[in-house]
């Protein structure tokens, strides 16, 4: 009889600490997802948070979008005016590359190997991201 109840014990005893592990681990995942959202903790010079976005000194966020006329721009932004406002524009460069040879064999973006060794020519890419 003793030998059963210590064999029911133990069991019942993983089972309930299989749940409080597992609770747990759910609770740190979502702790974790909630952190992943959170709004930036600071901005780069010459910006400020303001609705969980970086806008321009004098912005507000409305729209999903930084609206009305900045006083101050980030580093590495321009202060623009046009016709349907003004707004601190990313000072984009594009960045040159020589070109060169690319050798003959599997690059990480290809399924096989290249035949024979690719001659690329000299280009540029812009320096900042491009969103929609």
Known sequence: MIAALKMRV???????????????????????????????????GGLLINAGRCCGNGQSFAGGRCEGRASAC???????????GSGCLFAN???????????????DWQLSASPAALEVAPFSLDSGEVSV
């Not at 309930?16 to 930036?40: C, D, F, W, Y």
């Not at 980030?74 to 349907?84: K, L, P, R, S």
């Open 10 to 44: 133990s069991v019942l005893t993983i089972r309930v600490a299989s749940g409080v592990a597992a609770t747990a681990l759910m609770a740190i995942v979502i702790q974790l997802a909630l952190l992943e959202r959170a709004p930036p903790v600071r901005c780069p």
């Open 74 to 84: 980030g580093t590495g932004q321009d202060f623009v005016e046009t016709e349907g």
């Open 93 to 107: 460069a594009p960045v040159a590359f020589a070109g060169g040879r690319l050798p003959q064999g599997v690059a």
